[in-house]
Structure formats: structure tokens, C-alpha cells
T-cell receptor
């Protein structure tokens, strides 16, 4: 079965600092990968998704970027964090169209 | 793009009472998925509905997909404290995107 590894679990970063969150996938090849953000007590906002190496679709104009350097690796980055970037970041993946999403445990980011 | 609206945003019930959350899409969906997120956790897949008018049950949970494939509901009979969490519906948009509703947070008074 598919497993999503995501780290770190929590992160506190100052405004203006860079960010790199990494997500790796086990148990499936050529997965569709997703980054979601969840503000406190709110829903899941789709940030980026990727259907293959080097292929990134951005859903919301923002201070973040994503990259997929390897089939099972998905990275979320920022050059300079803003206070509004605080939130719970979730990486998710699935093997086939219409199949369920498997989520990582998430990274709780606080920008101070 | 597709919008998925979910109501209510919050629901507080006494243990043993029933609970229902509703999901409506602005467009016809190819399928709808339901997820549960426990407090402090990540969303976990519950079920997928594909056919028009489909009804599926998982113990005390009943899931329905509307005839027009634009709405869905999740009903929990006789809630228990283990049902606490946020329930999300998610609609498929195109081949890759899964658009989530805002979720319904369920709290239960034991």
C-alpha cells in the first residue's frame, strides 16, 4: 500500500526566511502528488499538484513554489516566508485516476 | 473552476444523536470521496461514490450520492465519541484535481 512520508512535523520560522518541505512516496510508481494547506479550523486548499517529474500545476498565486525532482519526491519551497504562510501543510498522493488520496502526517508551520 | 460547498461548518451533538453533513458541487462530479480528519491528525479516506443515486453503508455511516451527481451526504446514526473530527467531501475535477469542501467539524457531548 502507498505511504506518504512528510517532515518535519512542526516548524517555526521567522518572517523572511526560506522554506523547504519534503515529501516522499512509497508503494507506488508515477503517483499524482499534491500539496494542500489547511489554516486553523479550516478546509483544505489545494496549492500544487504534479502528475510527473518536473510537471507542476499551481492552483493559487502565492509566495510558494513546488518542484518534483524525482518520481517519488515532491518539495514545497519559499524564498521568503510571510506571516500568512502559517498553516498545516499536507502532502498527498495517489496512484491512479479516481483512486483515494493518501496523506502524510503534515507539517505545522508557524511563521513568527 | 469547480466549487464544493459543505454544510454545516460545525455541528455539536449529544452522544447517541444522529449527525448529517451535506456536500454540494457547482458542477457534475465523476465521483465523490469522503474523508475524516481527527483533531491534530491528517485526513483519512472513508469511501468513494461513483454512480448516480448510489448509497453505501459502513456500520453506522451512510453515504449518498445524488441523482444528478452534484450533491452528497454523510449520515451517522447514534454518534459515539470516536466519531469526533472533521468530515470532508471531495469532488473530482478533471483527471487530476480533487477539490475539497470546507469540512464539517463534529463535536460530541458524552
Amino acid at each position: 500500500s502507498q505511504t506518504i512520508h512528510q517532515w518535519p512535523a512542526t516548524l517555526v520560522q521567522p518572517v523572511g526566511s526560506p522554506l523547504s518541505l519534503e515529501c516522499t512516496v512509497e508503494g507506488t510508481s508515477n503517483p499524482n502528488l499534491y500539496w494542500y494547506r489547511q489554516a486553523a479550523g479550516r478546509g483544505l486548499q489545494l496549492l500544487f499538484y504534479s502528475v510527473g517529474i518536473g510537471q507542476i500545476s499551481s492552483e493559487v498565486p502565492q509566495n510558494l513554489s513546488a518542484s518534483r525532482p524525482q518520481d517519488r519526491q515532491f518539495i514545497l519551497s519559499s524564498k521568503k516566508l510571510l506571516l500568512s504562510d502559517s498553516g498545516f501543510y499536507l502532502c498527498a498522493g495517489r496512484g491512479e485516476y479516481n483512486s483515494p488520496l493518501h496523506f502524510g502526517n503534515g507539517t505545522r508551520l508557524t511563521v513568527t | 473552476g469547480q466549487q464544493v460547498m459543505q454544510i454545516p461548518q460545525y455541528q455539536h451533538v449529544q452522544e447517541g444523536e444522529d449527525f448529517t453533513t451535506y456536500c454540494n458541487s457547482s458542477t457534475t462530479l465523476s465521483n465523490i470521496q469522503w474523508y475524516k480528519q481527527r483533531p491534530g491528525g491528517h485526513p483519512v479516506f472513508l469511501i468513494q461514490l461513483v454512480k448516480s443515486g448510489e448509497v453505501k453503508k459502513q456500520k453506522r455511516l451512510t453515504f449518498q450520492f445524488g441523482e444528478a451527481k452534484k450533491n452528497s451526504s454523510l449520515h451517522i446514526t447514534a454518534t459515539q465519541t470516536t466519531d469526533v473530527g472533521t468530515y470532508f467531501c471531495a469532488g473530482q475535477e478533471g483527471a487530476q484535481k480533487l477539490v475539497f469542501g470546507q469540512g464539517t467539524r463534529l463535536t460530541i457531548n458524552p
